[in-house]
């Protein structure tokens, strides 16, 4: 109910702050006997790690992940599977002159507003830091999924201004994590690229969009009403920090079409119902109709500058917050595996409630 | 879990189908001691009725609601209520054509692979007409909200190309009523009706955008990590029928900004922090911060149109639809109070949960 | 989470009060595809019914269950079926004398110590006419069990201190339906009737006990931690109105044996592992074991009694509360279906989330 | 869902096997604002802990908690509290014996049958190991419900034959703690601990009742219909391993009376509604009445005996089992601070949701 657990069936609880001792996450609800490796979630977890290239922050964490529970000779039991990454370069010091200070568009003025205390500490839970563990969670989805032969593939298609046009159906997706922007097209990577250095360098930031692609989900999945697969998948990716907006399928532009253009006509292939177009993202009525799965995610700019700022402290009186820390000048490259990771824990949980659909 | 429910301490749950016998809604959470206004549920439901203008379906429906449970002198008495709207004007005859047909952008389709079975009358389950439940359960949310100072109110924005530009701050937002489309402003909502009807003749459909502006609400509402404010309202959003994205504060738009203009500037005013911009749209972390929440919706064009398309049967063989049946040519203006009572309902329940937060 | 919803993917939330206009509920996860016997529903309900015999409470309830939504040419869709039970025989006027008063161990004082207000009429939320919700349910949740295979049986095994002593193995329990106290046995049922005719006539309650059988549950219901299927069954037996204890297996007894005569031990018949006593009750670690589950269930002698009883008003003053209204002299006979469905709705719901299990 | 969280607003949820890795929890929506005393829960565990006198398990475990979010400066901060317990004495040998083997009235066979595999060593998750977990999160509810003055006391009142008898108003319960069986009257107590030193020397084990006894708690707490506070405490109890049954107030016995003699008169005392007897058990309707609330809860003799019993293997065939391990003769001394932290649980749940039931 205090918000830190996500999912129904297959439920990821996240714990920890970002200059506390640890952080972590319980899985409750992974079926026994799904072979975990090891080296797979540590992957992933790399994938978001700090200090993974020269465009992201700096802070040096190694993200290993100790797992506590839950696995016995290499396959899950059914019992919760706990995880837990222990700081290490947590430079609280440098947070002490912001201890009262409100850092604008940051969460310490609502996080003090809403409990009366915080921990200031490098923004405390509020920090992204605590991703590092919904891509451990995800992971383990991911394996889930895979087993069932669903493959989720999210990259970067804007920065700043720099946006990939045309559809995903055209780029080589897998070539996503040939470059430090996690963007397909190498050449549109480089411009990305170019522009997060020169951002930083004017010790500012910028935002982006995250886009992801779902194939070989099987029609069944998400229910009617309230827990439509797309809304289940929405609520997932603006949970994410610095998230500002999410779209599937044909999205906002689609509001510009007639439904004649729009609808997309059944076919037969093979047996299986496919459409000709997929304008509705895979998703019907809320429900996974077999076709690829599809949505894009906005992240603002990251609000750590390297400026000084007016602002506001405990008191309420006027304060200047001077930018220190180590932050990334933009979020979407280490952004990517969390967008998976959000998707792989909607994906497996709607897979687990399917099973209780029919007599 | 099967998705019919919506919110954790304010939690509706709805039910009903297109063609069935009756729609209806519990309301679980209410706290006691609210006065129950019945002509407010009605006025509520007179903003989403079928019928009510040129511009939209002219299926007959009085949608009126009957109170079962859970007032007792005019006053909510923290027992369950029970509203239900019996259909009257169900021609389900005009869906035996389609009985076996998947129609396409519908959920026919994913109804069938997911259950085995389906109520294809009126699309069953599937139709907008479980939303009249979701306004019932919205407008007392809406009476509690008011009695402590919250106001939503939402608008028309966008009808195919046709897109209010600037900031909600210039409109009158109240204006909204005074025209079949809910945009507030006249000139445009002129155009609007116009595009709508010229759709219409055509036997086409359209989308638009719904935006809506949440004022009062105080600092503290929103939780952390995954039920973060605008991830609830993005998910309640999305599980509207026809949504296809959400965006809040500066959105898609926000990805271009860089940091130093996105940040909004704290500043003091009448001993309440306040912001000089309000790109975070009215939420830092995931919790409101005292200003203004707006955020802005996506509907797709109406699947149903009054043309021939292909598609297939439930034996995967070639059948063409016919569009039959009575249907908007476009969603917005009645998705208006809809947006408002799933938003009402969000901000409700994280009312209550806020109560939990300290000691 | 306000107390009116009861199971995780089988999921029955009730609404109504006594006098209100009707009670009702809403069954959401019930499985699609499950033929729906309405004569069945109704066939239980009459086993709850008031005016049923001589022995209970003489209101006069058709108890009708209309189904509002969920089934489709006779079978269940998946939708939430919805079915409410209209109240006829509401004479609120019985109760017009109690409205500002407590009556001794009843719920007037508790409800509004918690709310500040109530409907006084008939105990409102807080009466046994609530339970009839939760037959129909539980009607529709034993027809998925023995879709399955599996029976539940329940019977009066002691009222006041008239008590069947030996195992259930040694009656026949189909004739429990027999004769109006519900007691297999029928010197012992007759001894009982007698007794519970005496009571009622010095204007007087009695207490007495629902032992209840289940068999055919397969092995593997139930969750290891906090969710043990005896747990879940413990709650759902303690949620009806006047139960004051449970005990499964060896029970309250099983305290003054030794391990070593308690332990049930193994044995293999037709493949299958069994055990040679069952002082477990068919439930081991929380989870089922594939031997019958038995329970018991105590409840208390019911609260209104027809002799003047002193007690206070809601002023905190003196006042007589003289015993109207028309009630049951011992609750047993009429708990025995409520036993039966709560058990099915514990059952049904385990049975779905067993699905989840394996990978 | 998979039933290792318990609770709505004040949420636990635990993890890990008794000889794996570490056990532990997340304590989700413990208000912000709370001082923790960390040597409190410390004291709390060492009430649990093995090897704390001689007449319990001998497995030398410190039993540290050590927390690594949450808190900050001494205070919750609404973040989830983790905490974290490292096995030490893991003697995993001495169950390689029983790798494949059913122990009898243990949770292996059923634990086999649910998952398709086992953590076999020590009862994995299914030992009683996992109590630790709830106690330290109780110890955290407990400082909760203190600063609400609401004060637990739980006490050994049976072991096999030996029972207390008369009311819990005449025992010093404070002195429960002074002796090693946790039973207040000091004469009882020493007979209790030679009959369970009997036992143990047989190499055999026995039950008991744990009762206990909640002062200080408001009226209100407690929803009406499933969530009953007894129901919930009833489940809580039935939660703990080895627990058989429950009962409040005048439980099984209360059966016998009538309600004549059962009703619990009303009279004012300084301005609060008081009552003359307390069958009820300071809860009617579900809901506590501002009496003590007190239950009692039926413990079985520990399943592990130092006796060969005959049993099965994986395989169907028949295989002799040998009593190795460290156990229990006895469970309700170490069972009484467990039952204490549930109950702490459920109260500061039912606390919490109590913010959310008026206006």
């Known amino acids: ?13 996240t714990f920890g702050e970002s200059h506390g001792r640890a952080i972590g996450l319980v899985l409750d609800g992974c079926p026994a006997g799904l072979a975990i490796d090891e080296a797979f979630i540590q992957a992933e ?17 190694e993200d290993k992940a100790e797992i506590l529970s839950g696995i016995f000779e290499g396959r899950s039991t059914g019992a919760p599977i706990a995880m837990v990454i222990f700081n290490a370069d947590a430079r609280s010091k440098d947070y002490s002159h912001i201890a009262d200070k409100y850092r604008p568009s940051h969460a310490d003025y609502t996080y003090q507003a809403k409990y009366g205390l915080r921990d200031y500490r490098g923004g405390g839970r509020s920090s992204a830091r605590e991703t590092a563990a919904r891509v451990a969670a995800g992971a383990i989805a991911k394996l889930f999924l895979l087993s069932e ?10 920065v700043g201004h720099l946006q990939l046009h045309g559809n995903y159906q055209e780029l080589h997706l897998s070539q996503a994590e040939a470059n430090p922007v996690r963007c397909p097209d190498a050449a549109m990577a480089e411009q990305m690229e170019a522009l997060i250095r020169e951002v930083r360098k004017a010790g500012d930031t910028i935002g982006g969009v995250v886009s992801c692609v779902i194939q070989g989900c099987p029609p069944g999945l998400g229910e009617p009403a309230f827990d439509k697969l797309h809304a289940d998948l929405g609520k997932a990716m603006l949970s994410i920090n610095a998230a500002k907006g999410f779209e599937y399928g044909s999205g906002f532009e689609g509001v510009r079409m007639r439904g004649s253009e729009h609808n997309d006509i059944f076919f037969s292939e093979g047996g299986r119902a496919r459409t000709k177009t997929n304008f509705s993202g895979g998703i019907q009525g809320g429900i996974s109709n077999g076709m690829d799965i599809y949505f894009r995610v906005a992240f603002k700019p990251v609000a750590t500058i390297v400026q000084p700022q007016e602002s506001l402290n ?7 917050v001077e930018g220190k820390g180590r932050h990334d000048p933009c979020v979407v490259p280490r952004a990517v595996p969390i967008v998976e990771a959000m998707a792989a824990l909607v ?6 409630r399917h099973r209780a659909t029919r007599v």
């Open 314 to 320: 405990e008191a309420g009186e006027k304060a200047i």
């Open 149 to 158: 032969g669903i493959r989720i593939q999210a990259y970067v298609s804007q």
């Open 347 to 352: 994906l497996a949980d709607h897979l687990l």
């Open 1 to 13: 109910m205090a918000g830190n657990s996500f999912g129904q069936l297959f439920r990821v609880s």
């Open 45 to 61: 977890l790399a994938r978001r790690r700090p200090g993974q290239s020269a465009i992201v922050t700096q802070r040096r964490e």
